[in-house]
């Protein structure tokens, strides 16, 4: 039966790369398992107080790694180096699994390490690893002293160019989750751009550092490296074995000079902190006076607040009884209003009442005057019959009169005659003066 494409390949037999994760599954994790620790735990089980953190990638072969920190480190140092100080056969996962990183174990050691040692390797990946620029980035943060050992001495200015485009965006983690855990801090937090230009600086300057450090050795281990190419192409052990010591004595020297210049830029530091102490404590005596005069002030502004406040209380006790007492004008006065409204009220039906009779009296007035006026007319007209009547009473009085004189006429005619005739006298006149009117007339 032929084999798949893919059996093939997997077949294939690939060459072993003698790194830190060779060295964890092959050593350190088969040492450590019976003992469910760290390989630290193992060969110290009461611990040890770290000196030294170590930044470095798990990708550089594992003899440079040694062979940097043989260089850069003393013997008697303690470090940390997650694969030895972390249980691998744990679930480092689990460990990591948290979005605030400062709890991770990284964190957590470096926050309490005396210094930081980034093994640089030779091609130059520790600025593009997720972690490392994070323990970089804290470092920078927590102020803690930290020296770059690049693996190869003639790798200064590739370094350099590396630093000078680094970019924190490009970083990248052997785990996806670590990876998008540490980038989602860098953008919530200072952001892409001012993390490379705080680690650009940072890292610049501990380079400059190195390179002042060790350019008056780098022909010396120029000549030695290319001594031992020379050996080792000889096979010449001796001469190698001479050469290794040599450059190692020379790493130590270089190493020295470092820690000593380290120790002088320390103490040229430490005395300006001492000078910015005196100063701050100068500044903070001053703080102390300014906040005990700010303090009596702040005391007299309490008590004037104390007492304002006890005013504002009696204040508000004369304003509650006020407020009682307009309460109390004010629903008397809403009494008086409706009383008021109310005497309207009925002074309005009283004046409609009224109305209403002034109305019926207005009628009846007008139908008396109306009956007024009918008589006066009646009147008048009667007045005029009266007035006819006794213009005619008058012309028949005038007419009696005249028919009276001639009457008397005719009387003293008739006496005269019955004078002459002898005839008996006529009977006495009436209430009026005159004789009957029949007498008269007969």
Known sequence: MPLEQADVEASKVQAMQPNMHLVVGREIKPR??????????????????????????????????????????????????????????ADIKKALDSEDLLQSPFAKALRFAPKLIVAMDAQL????????????EKASQWAIPTFVWPYQMMSLADLEEKVDHLDVRKAKASVAVDQERIHRTIRTGSGYDALNRR???????????????VRKHIDQFACLSRDMETAHREKDSAWLHALEAQSLGESRLVQLEMERDAR??????????????????????????????????????????????????????????????????????????????????????????????????????????????????????????VMELKHRLMAVQRERDAACKKGKTAEIQLRDLRAKLKLPTSPRPDSTGYPPAHDCLR
């Not at 830029?265 to 906040?291: F, G, L, P």
Request: glycine content about 2%; charged content about 35%; overall charge negative.
């Open 32 to 89: 450590t398992k019976p003992f469910e620790c760290s390989l630290a735990l193992v060969k110290n089980p009461n611990g040890l107080r770290i000196t030294t953190f170590v930044t470095h990638t798990w990708e550089e072969p594992f003899d440079h790694f040694t062979g940097t920190l043989e260089m850069a480190l003393n013997p008697n140092e303690v470090v940390w180096i997650c694969s030895i100080a972390l249980d691998q056969n």
């Open 125 to 136: 990946q520790v600025p593009e690893r997720s972690w490392c620029v994070f323990e970089l």
């Open 199 to 213: 680690l650009r600086a940072f890292l610049g300057d501990r380079l400059r550092f190195y390179e002042a450090s």
């Open 264 to 385: 002088k830029r320390e103490q040229s530091i430490q005395d300006k902190m001492e000078d910015e102490k005196k100063r701050m404590e100068q500044q903070c005596q001053a703080h102390v006076h300014e906040k005990e005069r700010l303090r009596e002030d702040l005391e007299q502004v309490c008590c004037e607040k104390s007492r304002m406040m006890q005013d504002l209380h009696d204040k508000q006790c004369e304003m509650s009884v006020l407020a009682r007492r307009l309460d109390r004008l004010l629903q008397e006065r809403n009494a008086e209003k409706a009383r008021e409204k109310a005497r309207a009220e009925e002074e309005k039906m009283r004046v409609q009442a009224d109305a209403g009779a002034v109305q019926e009296l207005q009628e009846k007035l007008d139908i008396i005057l109306e009956q007024r006026e009918k008589e006066w007319q009646m009147f008048e007209e009667t007045q005029k019959q």
